[in-house]
């Protein structure tokens, strides 16, 4: 089965810095999400790409989904308190999606 | 709007009791609904899906099952608690297969 990689596993920045989480696969993706978790809770939809070069952005977080369709980035600009949580990328299958480990993101004031 | 109830919230149970944890969804019919299963460090592991009443897909063999007796409810279940089934579990659902699921707020099993 596809596996996806994320890097970094954990992230630590300073409020205002900019941030990029990377989604990697083996293989070519048919559909990748971003999930957002805060500790304890639920997965919050961010966006799905689909086609190769695609990028979307939601307030002040971005995601690109490389030519390849194999790579995914999320980067978030001018990082808050509020976009502290643990990030997961998930990819299409054929009736389910398969989730990356996660990024766990703390953001320090 | 469609929304999703999942309860309890927390729940904490002994070794060897059974276990019901259910999920509603509401505002839409037919859903695709799933169960995930979240242990400590580690990635969401799919559990169970269904597309309709009284189907339902095992991903992972194990101490657990699941049932959909309405079309929008669904129930996971286990006659006996292992201490490895502790973790959080999400249940979510999904308009078909291929679009965003959209997740519960979890139940936090602990086995003593």
């Known amino acids: 089965s596809q596996e996806l990689e994320q890097s970094p596993q954990s992230l630590i920045v300073q409020e205002g810095k900019n941030l990029t989480i990377n989604c990697t696969s083996s293989k070519t993706l048919y559909g990748l999400y971003w999930y957002k978790q805060k500790y304890g809770e639920g997965l919050i939809f961010l966006m799905m790409l689909q086609k190769g070069g695609e990028e979307k952005s939601h307030e002040k977080i971005t995601a690109k989904l490389d030519e390849k369709k194999q790579q995914s980035s999320l980067h978030i600009t001018a990082s808050q308190p509020s976009h502290a949580g643990i990030y997961l990328c998930?990819?299409?299958?054929?009736?389910?999606?398969?989730f990356g480990q996660g990024t766990r993101l703390t953001i320090n004031p | 709007s469609q929304t999703i109830h999942q309860w309890p919230a927390t729940l904490v149970q002994p070794v060897g009791s059974p276990l019901s944890l259910e999920c509603t969804v509401e505002g839409t019919s037919n859903p695709n609904l799933y169960w995930y299963r979240q242990a400590a460090g580690r990635g969401l592991q799919l559990l169970f899906y269904?597309?309709?009443?009284?189907?339902i897909s095992s991903e992972v063999p194990q101490n657990l099952s699941a049932s959909r007796p309405q079309d929008r409810q669904f129930i996971l279940s286990s006659k006996k608690l292992l201490l490895s089934d502790s973790g959080f579990y999400l249940c979510?659902?999904?308009?078909?297969?291929?679009?965003?699921?959209?997740f519960g707020d979890g139940t936090r099993l602990s086995i003593l």
């Open positions: 269904s597309v309709g009443i009284g189907q």
């Open positions: 979510a659902w999904s308009v078909i297969a291929g679009r965003p699921q959209h």
């Open positions: 998930g990819e299409q299958g054929a009736q389910k999606l398969v």
